[in-house]
């Protein structure tokens, strides 16, 4: 099951919490860079 895009109450924060928040899910995504498959 995939969450809701986007999450419950996205479109209503200011356009620099919705920044903050994107760099944060990204900074968790890249602890484990190692695991995502690059293609060649």
Do not use: H, N, T
């Amino acid at each position: 099951m995939r969450p809701p895009l986007p999450p419950p109450g996205f479109d209503d924060i200011p356009m620099a919490e919705k920044l903050e928040y994107v760099l944060s899910l990204w900074d968790r995504i890249a602890i484990d860079a190692e695991q995502i498959p690059v293609p060649e």
